[in-house]
């Protein structure tokens, strides 16, 4: 079993969740966090269901987890905000040291286009989150950078939405070396601008975004992991996909 990796329900990236305050608990071993799975005994100490290191922890019985999605509203620390407006500098809440890049790989292939409950097809939900994380990172991180890479048959790589969308050819679908330079390439091009400059035209690719194809997973998660790397410390990937690799490597 790979711990590393987790499954949810597309519908459930809108969903509110639980919200609590403070910090989580973590193991402090491994930083697993403890959840609405987790076995308290009666001498308060829990047992990682990862590394199997005992905790002990300060909680009550209302503090446990009752949900498996738990949204903690933790105080972000101050020296990080200005407290300044004036123009220029950032307003109350804005993270402005903050210039990593998020790199969304986003599934558009044919099986995105079933219905979830609700009404919505599983793209159309993923449309929903993406929407909502440009906004979010616009208004707290200006100065970060969003990029997308999207797939079905063949990898295609929006970057941060101000220019063309770059199409990169299947018959380098299980070529990784290719797929990785291009990746570090592509993002010197592509990743220029940071998600305030770039948000109207990001919305405007992500609203185009249609399905059909195949699953070139593994071909879009190289390519997004060699552009996050050439965006600095911090950047991440997010996967938005519903099933397995059908296309290229991986």
């Known amino acids: ?16 969740g639980e919200v609590a305050t403070g910090d989580p608990y973590v193991c402090r ?25 005992e905790n002990v922890l300060d909680i009550d019985d209302e503090e446990r987890p009752q949900t498996n999605d738990v949204k903690y509203m933790i105080e972000a620390a101050p020296q990080q905000f200005a407290k300044e407006t004036k123009e220029g500098e950032a307003q109350e809440g804005q993270d402005l040291n903050n210039t990593s890049a998020v790199i969304f790989a986003i599934d558009t292939s044919g099986s ?4 979830c409950p609700g009404g919505l ?15 979010e990172m616009a208004k707290d991180t200006p100065n970060r950078k969003l990029g997308i890479v999207k797939f079905g048959n063949t990898v295609d790589i929006v970057g941060d939405g101000s220019q063309n969308v770059e199409s990169v050819a299947a018959r380098f679908n299980y070529d990784k070396d290719f797929l990785m330079k291009n990746g570090k390439k592509q993002a010197s091009v592509k990743m220029t601008k940071t998600i305030a400059e770039s948000k109207n035209d990001l919305v405007q690719k992500v609203k185009e975004m249609r399905t059909a194809g195949a699953t070139a997973l593994g ?8 552009m996050a790397g050439e965006c600095g410390a911090g950047s991440q990937v997010i996967i938005c996909t519903d099933g397995m690799a059908n296309q290229g490597v991986g």
Not at 43 to 48: A, E, G, H, Q, V
Request: hydrophobic share 45%; aromatic share 8%.
């Open 1 to 16: 079993m790979d711990t590393n990796l987790f499954q949810i329900e597309l519908e459930t990236l809108k969903n509110q």
């Open 29 to 53: 071993k491994c930083g697993a966090v403890f959840n609405m799975y987790s076995q308290l005994g009666a001498d308060k100490k829990w047992k990682c269901e990862f590394c199997h290191e």
């Open 112 to 115: 995105m286009q079933a219905i």
């Open 121 to 135: 097809s599983r793209l159309g939900n993923v449309k929903i989150v993406i929407d909502k994380q440009i906004e």
């Open 219 to 226: 071909p879009a998660v190289a390519t997004a992991i060699a």
